[in-house]
């Protein structure tokens, strides 16, 4: 039992990694119709951000902070700048525009910070909290409670706040938004900075984990596009179940299912998730678009 | 005077001309009618006055040139465009599309007293605040999206065919409401109607189009006294 819940936890900590970073991918999904492959990187170089103010003494708690708003800010000059102009582009265009950035963002920390592979501060406690007879990872319970709060955080600025309200509106409905007054592609640009510093923010949580490096988001990114698919990838609730059943599927699976191992888990959990979208199609919480032909 | 006017207008998508040169004057605290049949040029010229669509030519609204502007700016000015298809945001809800109408007016106190004058002309909105207003019939949609364009406080209101597809008895329901708001709140109205002879009993003005120009325009009870030019023009 104590053994399950351990693994379960183990596998919300990763999932909410996933879950953040396919939130994302689906901020930008909704508004632009493509996926931004350049989402990881941005999250990665981020990271280094962080790394290189906490180099110079400063202390995380500051740290952390200002990585999250640079990374707002970055991405809403970004979207401004370099996307703006392919913004009513055919999607490959944009889609070849994020592969760009991916490139881009890759290359320039690599150029920047070289390819090292650097330990990262954790803001969590090293020594495992305990609960009954169960231990737990804090680094994991911190993790998970860090992307509960801005996940929750998002959702309530979606359902509750009048611009949240608006960059919903300009996402879905960008003719009849404008129409009444929302400049939809300043909407666009807020949800490229919502969606990098949701990304800049797992990547702060993982970098402890997996290390920081160059192409320590890579594997991340393809987890995350996977749970956003799953969900629905329209949909931010989706996006976040699809991303903690993952990683709580994947580490179950690995754990128990010893004949598939480590080795195949990730396999495992591609088959699994597209026999449920040979019967969901539109992933579990995805808005199924009618066609008539 | 005129508060909102268009002079020698011209409009264009892709590659073919529109509109080719329309004048129209939009007087202060008026119903102004736009008609003629399917590509006459009424939805164009509606979006030509709201910077929907690529445009030459004058946009005068309280005497300040307008044209070129986008439309959220236009929005912004106080010229609210009920555009075709009515602009619904199928999957809020009532209340959320309501508040979206809302959105350029900062002033929360003002949204809320705004909303329940509002109420008044639509009861029945506060019954269906929480639905998803794809949900709600033709005729409430079309509501929906009047009461959503006075959210904004309007100077002037621009309506593109508020009765395409409804039941007669609603749409004289609707036509109602517009007099009413024009003349209790003094908001000016531009009506794009195929329905000629209801227009012409609410407006006080009318165009009427043909090919993307005006082919004969003047008081409205003129147009609707004189059977020669209604048979040629308005096919009644």
Same mark, same amino acid.
């Given at each position: 039992?104590?053994?399950?819940?351990?693994?379960?936890?183990?596998?919300?900590?990763?999932?909410?990694?996933?879950?953040?970073?396919?939130?994302?991918?689906?901020?930008?999904?909704?508004?632009?119709?493509?996926?931004?492959?350049?989402?990881?990187?941005?999250?990665?170089?981020?990271?280094?951000?962080?790394?290189?103010?906490?180099?110079?003494?400063?202390?995380?708690?500051?740290?952390?902070?200002?990585?999250?708003?640079?990374?707002?800010?970055?991405?809403?000059?970004?979207?401004?700048?370099?996307?703006?102009?392919?913004?009513?582009?055919?999607?490959?265009?944009?889609?070849?525009?994020?592969?760009?950035?991916?490139?881009?963002?890759?290359?320039?920390?690599?150029?920047?910070?070289?390819?090292?592979?650097?330990?990262?501060?954790?803001?969590?406690?090293?020594?495992?909290?305990?609960?009954?007879?169960?231990?737990?990872?804090?680094?994991?319970?911190?993790?998970?409670?860090?992307?509960?709060?801005?996940?929750?955080?998002?959702?309530?600025?979606?359902?509750?706040?009048?611009?949240?309200?608006?960059?919903?509106?300009?996402?879905?409905?960008?003719?009849?938004?404008?129409?009444?007054?929302?400049?939809?592609?300043?909407?666009?640009?807020?949800?490229?900075?919502?969606?990098?510093?949701?990304?800049?923010?797992?990547?702060?949580?993982?970098?402890?984990?997996?290390?920081?490096?160059?192409?320590?988001?890579?594997?991340?990114?393809?987890?995350?596009?996977?749970?956003?698919?799953?969900?629905?990838?329209?949909?931010?609730?989706?996006?976040?179940?699809?991303?903690?059943?993952?990683?709580?599927?994947?580490?179950?699976?690995?754990?128990?299912?010893?004949?598939?191992?480590?080795?195949?888990?990730?396999?495992?959990?591609?088959?699994?998730?597209?026999?449920?979208?040979?019967?969901?199609?539109?992933?579990?919480?995805?808005?199924?678009?009618?066609?008539?032909? | 005077?005129?508060?909102?006017?268009?002079?020698?207008?011209?409009?264009?998508?892709?590659?073919?001309?529109?509109?080719?040169?329309?004048?129209?004057?939009?007087?202060?605290?008026?119903?102004?009618? $736009? #008609?003629?049949?399917?590509?006459?040029?009424?939805?164009?010229?509606? !979006? /030509? &006055?709201?910077?929907?669509? @690529?445009?030459?030519?004058?946009?005068?609204?309280?005497?300040?040139?307008?044209?070129?502007?986008?439309?959220?700016?236009?929005?912004?000015?106080?010229?609210?465009?009920?555009?075709?298809?009515?602009?619904?945001?199928?999957?809020?809800?009532?209340?959320?599309?309501?508040?979206?109408?809302?959105?350029?007016?900062?002033?929360?106190?003002?949204?809320?007293?705004?909303?329940?004058?509002?109420?008044?002309?639509?009861?029945?909105?506060?019954?269906?605040?929480?639905?998803?207003?794809? $949900? #709600?019939?033709?005729?409430?949609?079309?509501?929906?999206?009047?009461? !959503? /364009? &006075?959210?904004?406080?309007? @100077?002037?209101?621009?309506?593109?065919?508020?009765?395409?597809?409804?039941?007669?008895?609603?749409?004289?329901?609707?036509?109602?409401?517009?007099?009413?708001?024009?003349?209790?709140?003094?908001?000016?109205?531009?009506?794009?109607?195929?329905?000629?002879?209801?227009?012409?009993?609410?407006?006080?003005?009318?165009?009427?189009?043909?090919?993307?120009?005006?082919?004969?325009?003047?008081?409205?009870?003129?147009?609707?006294?004189?059977?020669?030019?209604?048979?040629?023009?308005?096919?009644?």
């Amino acid at each position: 039992m104590n053994e399950l819940a351990q693994q379960i936890v183990s596998g919300l900590a990763t999932g909410s990694i996933y879950a953040s970073m396919a939130l994302a991918l689906v901020l930008i999904y909704r508004s632009m119709g493509v996926i931004n492959f350049a989402q990881g990187e941005m999250a990665m170089f981020s990271t280094y951000l962080a790394w290189q103010f906490a180099q110079q003494g400063m202390p995380l708690w500051i740290a952390f902070p200002l990585t999250i708003a640079i990374a707002f800010a970055g991405a809403v000059a970004l979207e401004r700048v370099v996307v703006r102009p392919v913004e009513r582009a055919a999607p490959l265009t944009v889609v070849i525009l994020c592969l760009g950035l991916l490139i881009t963002f890759n290359g320039l920390a690599g150029w920047i910070w070289g390819y090292t592979v650097r330990t990262f501060p954790s803001p969590f406690p090293t020594t495992p909290l305990h609960i009954g007879s169960a231990a737990f990872s804090s680094q994991d319970l911190g993790i998970i409670a860090v992307s509960l709060l801005s996940l929750g955080a998002i959702s309530l600025f979606f359902g509750k706040t009048k611009l949240g309200l608006a960059m919903r509106a300009a996402a879905l409905y960008p003719e009849s938004s404008r129409v009444l007054g929302v400049r939809v592609g300043w909407m666009l640009a807020l949800g490229w900075g919502m969606a990098a510093a949701v990304g800049a923010l797992s990547g702060l949580m993982v970098a402890p984990v997996v290390l920081l490096e160059p192409n320590m988001m890579q594997g991340i990114l393809v987890y995350a596009f996977a749970a956003a698919v799953l969900g629905g990838i329209d949909s931010p609730v989706g996006a976040v179940v699809g991303g903690l059943a993952l990683g709580v599927g994947l580490n179950l699976i690995g754990a128990y299912v010893p004949v598939i191992g480590t080795d195949l888990q990730l396999t495992t959990a591609f088959g699994i998730i597209i026999v449920i979208l040979l019967f969901r199609p539109a992933g579990l919480f995805g808005r199924r678009t009618m066609r008539r032909v | 005077m005129a508060l909102l006017e268009a002079r020698k207008l011209y409009a264009r998508y892709g590659e073919s001309d529109v509109l080719h040169g329309i004048d129209l004057e939009v007087a202060q605290g008026s119903i102004v009618a $736009l #008609l003629g049949a399917n590509g006459s040029g009424k939805t164009t010229t509606l !979006r /030509a &006055l709201t910077g929907g669509v @690529r445009t030459s030519g004058n946009v005068l609204f309280d005497d300040r040139e307008i044209a070129g502007l986008p439309p959220e700016a236009v929005a912004r000015l106080g010229i609210a465009h009920v555009p075709e298809g009515r602009g619904t945001l199928g999957s809020f809800t009532v209340r959320e599309n309501l508040s979206m109408g809302a959105y350029t007016i900062k002033d929360g106190k003002r949204s809320k007293a705004r909303y329940e004058k509002l109420v008044g002309y639509f009861p029945w909105l506060v019954d269906r605040r929480e639905q998803p207003a794809g $949900l #709600l019939s033709g005729g409430e949609q079309q509501m929906l999206a009047i009461a !959503r /364009a &006075l959210m904004m406080e309007p @100077r002037v209101i621009l309506l593109d065919e508020p009765s395409l597809g409804l039941a007669p008895i609603i749409v004289k329901r609707i036509f109602e409401i517009l007099r009413t708001i024009n003349r209790e709140d003094g908001v000016t109205i531009v009506i794009a109607e195929q329905d000629a002879a209801a227009a012409l009993a609410l407006a006080d003005t009318a165009y009427v189009l043909e090919v993307g120009r005006v082919a004969i325009s003047g008081p409205s009870a003129d147009l609707a006294g004189n059977e020669q030019l209604r048979k040629s023009y308005l096919g009644y």
